[in-house]
């Protein structure tokens, strides 16, 4: 790994954070500050793209001699874009949307280092098992929900929710493992050693 080059990631994701941290690699961290609103007519893959850019762009003029890493993730349904509910009413609407059917995970990432821009949408599908009223209510008064999208986190008590994931899980969690990892060697910010 280039020890020379400080890796930042653009997030204050907690999941982000320990996902990157299993790649073994060193890494700062510093929120951006941006307006994450969709913009009118933009798909949830747009969407996602552009605020992985705006994000990294964003921690990069702070950090200009910095490889920075920024992703953002969405939840789509129907083409519909499914935020974080503002309330446990709203967290049970959208998981009894989400009751008995595939919906789409899009997370984005991208890394910049100087004039070097590398970035990708991974999409995944989450299937939920048929919800019943007193079973979304009992996930969403645990609380979990709260500052996630589409109100449930994949790695926790939603897990018990969820029939199937096609894809990439730790994608839904909000970091691509794998193509982070390629990206990064490919910047030979990330080498795997010979025994």
Known sequence: MNSEIKLILASASPQRRELLGKLGVNFEIHPP????????????????????ALKSAAVQQLYPEAAVLAADTVISCDGRVLGKAADRQGAFDMLMTLSGRTHEVLTAVC??????????????????????????????????????SGSYAVQGQASALIRSVNGSVSSVVGLPLCEVRTMLSELDLFQVRPC
């Open 111 to 148: 890394l910049r280092l100087g004039e070097l821009k590398k970035a990708q949408v991974v999409r995944s599908e989450v299937t939920f098992a048929e919800l019943t009223p007193q079973l979304v209510w009992w996930y969403v008064n645990g609380g979990e929900y709260e500052g996630k």
């Open 33 to 52: 500050q941006v307006d994450e609103s969709a913009l009118p007519g933009e798909t949830p893959a747009q969407l996602v793209a552009r605020l992985a």
